[in-house]
């Protein structure tokens, strides 16, 4: 481990040297490096390429060189290659990570440029927001993402449920127990396949009981999971996750993907995001059979009549201040997020960064449920150091305990509450 | 007899400079032989070190790695290591594991180099083969096909377990529980190293007189006793090399804890190195990870400490 320290700060520190001479070399030629996550090389790479294409056209001969990255790593290869000053000249970040970034002076201030972006008046609030800091703009919005309930048709009639969307979380539990009755002799069925670690599910139902991760108290954070509300929540998924899941209590929602253990037949239903569907049913990966033969509905509420509040996920694009080729990422920026770009991404089931199209998915049923769902939604805690909670993986360890049964609600919730509350404030 | 003469007389008219420059160059060829690698090791090794260690005065975080410049703080990180109480509890798991895997890694390797004696030449090769196939496995490679026998779903050691009646193992988690999650862990490390002890140890024992195990056996010995008394003195040496490099690579173990976790190990699972690499890459506090990286580095010191002593002992025997 020693050499695996050293030889990072070797590699740091090697980068630092070429700084100078590198930085001299790419402002002569002509190509821009974009960072995006695999998400769009999963679900939308067609609109990458449109992009890319829309802006050869205005800058002819510039090279679009697009590298996917996996939100696991992401961070710890951006920070390495700011500190060499190699950074891509566009950037992808998660919109609880831009927080981080744009208090310590990573990215580059996009403000004057922001009346030219498309759609920039009627940006989705929420998302904007997480682009901006101290009244300046330093991300654009990319796409919004809302999970809902997706499930087999077919599995849910062979048991007898009824396929229209629950109206309580306690229905949604005992459908669940109907299908576990059923077909529960295979030891790999899920009437709910609910990985442990899987956050972004197991917190809506802290915020469905009216608890949250943290708040602000006089200045100082402080970790709130420890409070009656939040208990509740986590106990209540400890019940909905020991009855209805077979998954891993320390796995998490991508290893493997959801959508592709759904796509083998083995489970009722899962919660993800809209894109997730049509990834199911991709014949490369997926099972293309079960197309026409999958639904989906937002997770009820224990409150009957009601949605559970769903995680508002989403992205941003950024530009690293280290780039030089600043007018070059902004105009890539625009093609991708262009109107029909824009479109494009809705339509592989994403929340687009406009409220002018919104509706487009509120009439198809297949993304319907996604943007219903996102009528109710919770954000993690704006506080600059949010990234490092997510990083120093808190809420996955403490929901594993919980769900494995290795730790009571109690002690893993009050260990949360220590570290959230430690890290939150560290200068 | 000119020539002679000349040959005879010259030595003797400048003798002092020449022999002196002989002897001068004679004495400095060693260290200008050692240059290149010196020179080397310091490029590679001498310079991160005196980087680390200045970063680990210095507050360094994600703004000052921007800025290209820390902020000089003296002993500040230090002071804060005093008093993290996570670093404590790592740092004690990692000397327990340390003490755990060397114990069973020495014990078991000793126990295979006994029985390679005892073996037929047949059955000794391919014991050989089988600790050389261990030893050449890349750790990553180990480490997934470990991933894969533990996993969830699929693996076999669940299958196995839940086939023989040992109880139902199916869709056991071996991560839920930190004490089964280690075991998995230690199991991998020390069948990892025991290959070198054992070959290391079985080429310790053939240098045993042969003369002194017959001797203590027609005493009466039992084997234990021949062991104790005769092969464990013999061997001490070895011994005491084996051991600190044991504990060198195993308070140091790294990549089988992060593969084996998915590359994102909760604190359960950390020991000394990976805390300092999260602190240093995941919490962007590269000052606070170099300190901590340095108090490792200044644990290993005193164990390097006993080896280099060790090894001029054999040296001046």
């Known amino acids: ?427 | 007899m000119a020539d002679l003469g000349a040959v005879t007389v010259e030595p003797a008219a400048t003798p002092a400079p020449r022999l002196r420059r002989a002897r001068l160059g004679r004495a400095l060829a060693p260290y200008g032989l050692l240059l290149p690698a010196a020179a080397v090791i310091g490029g590679v090794l001498g310079y991160p070190l005196y980087l680390m260690v200045k970063l680990s005065f210095e507050r360094y975080g994600l703004f000052q790695l921007i800025q290209h410049k820390g902020q000089w703080i003296g002993l500040g990180n230090y002071r804060q290591l005093v008093h993290d109480h996570e670093f404590w509890t790592v740092l004690l798991r990692t000397l327990l594991f340390t003490g755990v895997t060397v114990g069973l890694t020495m014990a078991l390797g000793t126990l295979i180099a006994l029985l390679m004696t005892r073996v037929s030449a047949a059955m000794r090769l391919l014991l050989t083969l089988a600790l050389v196939l261990a030893w050449a496995m890349p750790v990553p490679v180990a480490a997934n096909i470990w991933y894969w026998m533990v996993d969830y779903e699929f693996g076999v050691a669940n299958w196995l377990l839940t086939t023989l009646h040992v109880g139902n193992y199916q869709h056991h988690d071996w991560f839920v529980n930190p004490w089964q999650g280690w075991g998995v862990i230690t199991t991998l490390i020390v069948w990892g190293a025991i290959p070198f002890v054992a070959i290391t140890l079985y080429a310790g024992l053939s240098q045993v007189p042969q003369e002194l195990l017959q001797a203590a056996a027609i005493d009466g010995a039992r084997p234990w006793r021949v062991f104790k008394d005769i092969t464990l003195p013999i061997l001490k040496p070895i011994f005491v090399i084996l051991t600190s490099l044991s504990i060198i690579w195993d308070f140091q173990v790294f990549t089988q804890v992060w593969l084996l976790r998915d590359e994102r190990p909760t604190s359960d699972y950390f020991l000394t190195g990976i805390y300092a690499f999260e602190q240093t890459f995941s919490q962007s506090e590269y000052g606070y990870g170099s300190a901590v990286a340095i108090s490792m580095v200044l644990i290993l010191l005193g164990v390097t400490f006993f080896y280099i002593r060790q090894m001029i002992r054999i040296g001046e025997v």
């Open chain 1, 1 to 427: 481990m020693r050499v695996r320290i050293v030889a990072a700060a070797a590699f740091v520190v090697v980068l630092a040297a070429v700084v100078a001479t590198s930085g001299l070399a790419s402002s002569k030629d002509q190509s821009i490096t974009v960072w995006l996550q695999v998400d769009a090389q999963n679900g939308w790479p067609d609109v990458v390429k449109a992009a890319n294409d829309a802006f050869q056209q205005q800058h002819p001969g510039v090279k679009v060189d697009v590298q996917y990255q996996t939100w696991g790593e992401h961070l710890t290869k951006l920070d390495a290659s700011l500190a060499g000053g190699d950074a891509p000249d566009v950037v992808e970040l998660g919109n609880t990570e831009t927080v981080k970034y744009m208090a310590n002076g990573a990215l580059a201030d996009l403000t004057s440029a922001k009346a030219s972006f498309p759609n920039s008046k009627t940006w989705l609030q929420g998302l904007a927001e997480s682009g901006q800091y101290n009244g300046k703009t330093y991300a654009v919005p990319y796409y919004a993402g809302a999970r809902a309930a997706i499930y087999n048709i077919d599995l849910y009639k062979q048991a007898g449920v009824s396929t229209r969307a629950p109206k309580s979380l306690a229905q949604f539990l005992a459908n669940g127990k109907k299908l576990m009755k059923k077909f529960g002799g295979n030891p790999n069925f899920s009437a709910l396949y609910l990985p442990g670690r899987d956050w972004y599910v197991g917190l809506s139902f802290v915020y469905d009981y009216g608890g949250q991760i943290a708040k602000q108290v006089n200045g100082k954070w402080q970790g709130t999971l420890e409070a009656p509300q939040a208990q509740a929540g986590l106990t209540e998924l400890k019940t909905v996750a020991r009855a209805l899941s077979r998954a891993n209590p320390t796995g998490d929602e991508a290893h493997p993907q959801e959508a592709l253990v759904f796509a083998k037949g083995t489970v009722g239903t899962f919660v993800g995001n809209g894109w997730e569907w049509p990834y199911a049913l991709d014949p490369k990966v997926g099972n293309p059979a079960l197309a026409g033969h999958v639904g989906a509905f937002p997770m009820p509420s224990h409150t009957p009549g009601k949605v559970m509040p769903t995680f508002l996920g989403g992205s941003d694009l950024a530009v690293p201040v280290t780039t030089k080729n600043k007018q070059l990422a902004i105009d890539w920026i625009k093609a991708f997020t262009s109107t029909s770009e824009e479109t494009k991404i809705a339509l592989a089931g994403n929340i687009p960064n406009t409220t002018s199209l919104v509706k487009i998915n509120a009439g198809k049923p297949t993304l319907g449920p996604f943007a219903k769902a996102a009528e109710a939604s919770w954000f993690v805690p704006a506080a600059k150091n949010w990234a490092n909670v997510e990083n120093a993986n808190v809420l996955q360890s403490m929901l594993s305990k919980i769900i494995s049964g290795h730790a009571s609600v109690a002690s893993a919730t009050k260990a949360a509450d220590a570290q959230i509350t430690q890290i939150l404030n560290a200068s």
